[in-house]
């Protein structure tokens, strides 16, 4: 495994009452502990609408979606909505149709749409 796949770049950013989370790299066994702490930090201490953009994802692994989920579910308990995930067809799609995670969180096309809660992907299996 090269250096670039145990790297992991987050970028924030605001827009209203939402957060956008825009991953890129490798969300895996080393990276997936920093998310996780970013999203948890997030989802206990405001009230936004959480948006993780997934589309510059080059791998997810179990320990990745096990920081999605945790993150879903603490949203979930302090009274949040569903995290909003942001994925294109490609490897990420098929994974969360494989799990059926695709019918737990709430999937769009892209940022816009996640924004504003429309299009939203179906499950396809």
């Known amino acids: 495994m090269s250096h670039e796949e145990l790297n992991i770049d987050i970028k924030t950013e605001r827009s209203g009452e939402s957060i956008i989370f825009r991953l890129r790299g490798a969300l895996d066994i080393a990276t997936s502990p920093?998310?996780?702490?970013?999203?948890?930090?997030?989802?206990?201490?405001?009230?936004?609408?959480v948006v993780v953009d997934l589309t510059q994802l080059n791998f997810l692994d179990s320990t990745g979606l096990g920081a999605l989920i945790g993150a879903q579910r603490r949203a979930l308990e302090r009274g949040g909505e569903h995290l909003r995930?942001?994925?294109?067809?490609?490897?990420?799609?098929?994974l969360l149709n494989i799990t059926g995670l695709m019918e737990v969180f709430a999937v769009y096309p892209s940022v816009e749409t996640a924004l504003n809660g429309e299009n939203r992907v179906p499950a396809t299996l």
């Open 85 to 94: 995930l942001v994925v294109t067809e490609g490897p990420i799609s098929r």
């Open 34 to 49: 920093t998310i996780r702490a970013a999203l948890l930090e997030e989802v206990t201490e405001h009230r936004h609408k």
